[in-house]
């Protein structure tokens, strides 16, 4: 009889509240949302001193699109769990490597040169081998960047090479 309560109980899984998946999204959302409270003691710009939005809008944007993409990966993470790995794979830290080069590149060269040079490097080592795309997502992502940061947000690149041919 004691046999068959221990495997009862060992078939039992812990609550939702003390699986990974939801501590990660718990401390995402609890960070995440305290920001967004704090972007509404913002103040807010006379229109004569604006450029583009208000500097508040794109932080709390910003922060409702991080919650929103972390709720919808918890939610696909309780349809399909995530497979448990010993070891971090080998795109893991040539990602990471990827962002020390665009932080390199966009100090000493031009930061849209730097974002089309991880957009390649990013896409190569995630698995895209054919080099017309690659170019392709090496250029068109970072002009979409470049327009929406210009023209939606009336903010300025930092000076480089390629954003000098444009700004003089």
Do not use: C, H
């Amino acid at each position: 009889m004691n046999n068959v309560r221990n495997k009862k109980r060992a078939s039992k899984s812990l609550p939702f509240f003390f699986k990974e998946e939801f501590k990660v999204f718990f401390i995402i959302v609890l960070v995440s949302t305290f920001l967004l409270i704090s972007t509404f003691t913002f103040d807010t710009v006379p229109p004569i001193l604006n450029r583009g939005i208000q500097p508040a809008t794109f932080p709390k944007g910003l922060l409702v699109l991080i919650i929103t993409l972390t709720s919808v990966i918890y939610y696909l993470s309780l349809k399909k769990p995530w497979k448990k790995e010993k070891k971090l794979p080998k795109t893991f830290f040539l990602t990471i490597l990827s962002f020390i080069f665009f932080i390199l590149i966009s100090k000493t060269l031009d930061f849209f040169l730097a974002i089309s040079v991880l957009s390649i490097f990013v896409s190569y080592n995630w698995g895209e081998k054919r080099i017309f795309y690659l170019f392709l997502v090496g250029i068109i992502f970072p002009f979409i960047v470049f327009v929406f940061f210009e023209m939606v947000l009336g903010l300025r690149f930092p000076p480089g090479i390629i954003t000098n041919l444009y700004y003089y």
